[in-house]
């Protein structure tokens, strides 16, 4: 599968949505019907969930509800471990993921990933934000325009003013903050489609995780940002779109502001209340 299968064509694919494309509806992700076993244990019951492009939109229910692992069906990640089956299809871009002769080289540089820690490589500040950008085609000559990707993928994350001068020390000096930054920046050189986020603020406290949420913010529409969180006030704050899972399905898809005022289902409701979770 080549790389231009999984992305738009008809548009460049480092230019952000405008008002208009945000307001079509036009999807990014679309599960149907998706299924997921750990070895005999269910995890997944014929989830169907859309997510538009260009939004944010927040994963959220009590702990082993599958939110999840919904997200990293998205880009295979499950398949590290040999006992996981799964049945449905997912599309990115209206692409099937899951087709046979898929390339997960190709699938995962498109749909990015960010972890509840912050995980950068035990190496420089530069050769982390190069390092995805080398490691998916050997071929690119990367010296000549070094300087500009990072200057780019810094500015993007809001790092570039306090480490323009840093960049050869090691991202494991940086605070937990400024590494989750960092991490988000790691993947933008190979210009991801989706950015992909597994609780990104739970190792924070509260004045990182508000700087991760603006940042979330910012990269809106030109990403689109799937996020899972349990942190109800934080869905609230910084999603376009809330969806409600439990027990392995999906509950309820609303605009978050509607889903947190007027939820249509009654267990919707009682999460959102405390009343379990």
Known sequence: ???????????????????????????????????????????????????????????????????STLLRSVNRINERFGYVRTQGKVEVMGHDIYAPKVDLTQVRSQIGMVFQRPNPLPITIRKNILFGYGLQDSTKKIDSQEDEIIEKALKEVLLWDDLKDKLDKSALDLSLEQQQKLCIARLLPVKPKVLLMDEPCSALDPKATEAIEELIWGLRGEYTILIVTHNMAQARRASDECAFMLMGKMVEHQRTEDLFVTPFNQQTADYIEGKFG
């Not at 008809?10 to 999807?27: C, F, R, W």
């Not at 997944?44 to 939109?57: A, E, M």
């Open 1 to 67: 599968m080549s790389r231009d299968a999984l992305v738009d064509t008809t548009k460049k694919q480092d230019e952000p949505l405008n008002k208009e494309e945000l307001a079509s509806g036009a999807l990014a992700i679309q599960a149907t019907d998706l299924n997921l076993w750990y070895g005999t244990f269910q995890a997944l019951f014929d989830v169907s969930f859309n997510v538009k492009q260009g939004l944010v939109t927040s994963l959220i229910g009590p702990s082993g509800c599958g939110k």
